[in-house]
């Protein structure tokens, strides 16, 4: 994955924030690359964010790492036990993941955070392969709207029936996902960006809310 080239547009923009940089990252070389999930192969709980960040991910190569949204992301996951420590800055911190794995929507970052449709289209085999891939899943948090709208998208694809038949996104609905007997919960939380965070959107209270929940939904 971290090879694919199916978006072209998204690699030359990812290569042209790599090579101009922020300056508080001036000394850093970016990943630049697909972003590839990070977490646990035996998993019970899925977290599907939208994309990189153009100087988080892209720039560090972990989802939510290096920035904002990541560090609000961690310290939640840290006190509910799915994460070893709050901070998440660089691959050599030593953060781990608990019965848990992180993955996108979108694997490269789009310019202004905002991917196309067809950008997501071609990108949700690898979400679908994914999820096909955690042989112990039990639940999954969709981290804003897009990022919801992917997992349940994957699941479909993958021949889950949902309960309700038309998900509506909103913060803390929860979703049932059915195939052959096996069930997943879905959890569907506004996306813990500065945007959200900063304006009171999305508290702390509300971000440990949704991770009990999952932890009450992994049997």
């Known amino acids: 994955m971290i090879e ?3 978006c ?3 690699r030359r923009y990812c290569r042209r924030v790599a090579a101009e940089k922020k300056r508080a990252y001036l000394e850093s070389t970016y990943w630049a690359r697909p972003v590839p999930a990070f977490g646990d192969p035996k998993a019970r709980l899925l977290l599907v964010g939208l994309a990189p960040g153009a100087h988080g991910s892209n720039r560090t190569g972990r989802p939510f790492t290096g920035d904002a949204s990541g560090g609000f992301l961690y310290p939640a996951l840290y006190r509910a036990g799915f ?3 709050a901070g998440s800055v660089s691959l050599e911190d030593g953060m781990q993941l608990r019965d848990c794995v ?10 202004q955070n ?3 449709f ?3 289209a071609r990108c949700a085999p690898y979400l679908s392969a994914e999820i096909e891939a955690l042989p112990n899943l039990q639940a999954i948090v969709g981290l804003g709207s897009i990022g919801t709208r992917a997992a349940i998208a994957a699941l479909i ?3 889950y029936r949902l309960t309700p038949k038309r998900p509506q996104f909103c913060h803390g609905a929860h979703f049932e996902a059915e195939r052959n007997g096996r069930r997943i ?3 569907a939380s506004f996306h813990p960006s500065r945007q959200n965070t900063n304006t009171g959107k999305l508290t702390r209270e509300m971000f440990d809310a949704i991770f009990a929940r999952a932890a009450q939904l992994l049997r």
């Open 102 to 111: 992180i993955t996108a929507a979108l694997r490269c970052a789009p310019p």
């Open 157 to 159: 694809e993958r021949g």
């Open 8 to 10: 072209p547009e998204l």
């Open 118 to 120: 067809a950008q997501l």
């Open 114 to 116: 905002k991917p196309s």
């Open 83 to 85: 994460a070893s420590q």
């Open 4 to 6: 694919c080239t199916r």
């Open 185 to 187: 919960g879905v959890l």
